[in-house]
């Protein structure tokens, strides 16, 4: 869900006057807001907006703040076990890793899940109906459409996977549970985590151009507080089939400049982005079925249009916190694998979002 967008420059008195309304308003909503997160679990919506508009005119030291609030109330737990789909994660080598995190924002594992696992979710991907996503020309109101993925005459420029459906899928819930991506989790955000925003989805090349509601202009997520997505390549991902497009450091404090910001939670031309970045500073991701990028989603970030053959990414998500903006309800309707039942038994909160 985007934020409204900051007011734009205009008079400069009006200006002023427009903005320490807003940030009058929002320093006043958002104690509230959060109050009434912990109470409910529900953010209101007003309270979310003056989240997003602190987070803009601070240049995200709100964020920074509250996240060192939310390490000393809910501090990391030991994770049984080192080895995952990213390796033998040790402590050293997680701390290392959340390092190389809060530099650039970003981390490429090549080839890090296993191909069998790609060919079953691959397997998945075919055998289940999918939600064909409004594309920016169709009216708003279109009805919900679903459909199985056919590569070779597609739909729309984005399928999306049921939540629910990927909750009971076995290699997701291995993924959720899988000791390496919660050791580097832990260590990038400093406190127990949450797993929310679970999807996978197809991107194909049905339009020559970009489209915004696929996430194909540069933009930053703001839906948490602080948080890691991690993207899982499940096919070839070249040049010509929409790699993930990052620019790193733009995650950090001040990593967007204040322009931008003043904007809003809006979407970004290419143009935008390079003239204040530099083209040869945005780093397009590319890699074979199976790699995974782990990335603070903060910094500015795309999947880049598809000329090719289509693009399959399955993404999870853990956060420090499920204030924010909200998803529709989904649910495990089972628990298959035996790593992510230990784990519920042993810290249910992490999961709390799906039980």
Known sequence: MLAESLPRPGNPLREVARWMFHTARSVLLLPFALWRHARTGHTPERGYQAFVWLFCITSGRLNDLLSRVIARMHPPIAVTGTHGVLGDMDDARARDCAAR??????????RALPAETCERLMKFALETPAA???????????????????????????????TGALLDNADVQALLADPSLLRVVQAYLGCEPVADVLSMWWHTAYHTSPDSGAAQYFHFDLDRIKWLKVFVYLT?????????????GSHRTAGIPSD???RGYVRLSDEEVYDRYGEQNCKKICGPRGSIIVEDTRGLHKGAHVSGAPRLVLQLQFSNSLFGTSYPDARMSRVVDPGLQA?????????????
């Open 101 to 110: 995190l809060r530099k650039d924002g970003y981390m490429v594992f090549e």
């Open 132 to 162: 064909v996503r409004r594309m920016d020309h169709e009216p708003h109101d279109l009805p919900r459409r679903t459909a199985l993925f056919d590569a070779k005459a597609p739909l729309a420029v984005r399928y999306d996977y049921d």
């Open 236 to 248: 070839d991902v070249g040049p010509d089939n929409g790699p993930h497009s990052f620019v790193p």
């Open 260 to 262: 931008i910001l003043r």
């Open 343 to 355: 784990l519920i038994d042993k810290a249910p909160q992490i999961y709390r979002q799906y039980r």
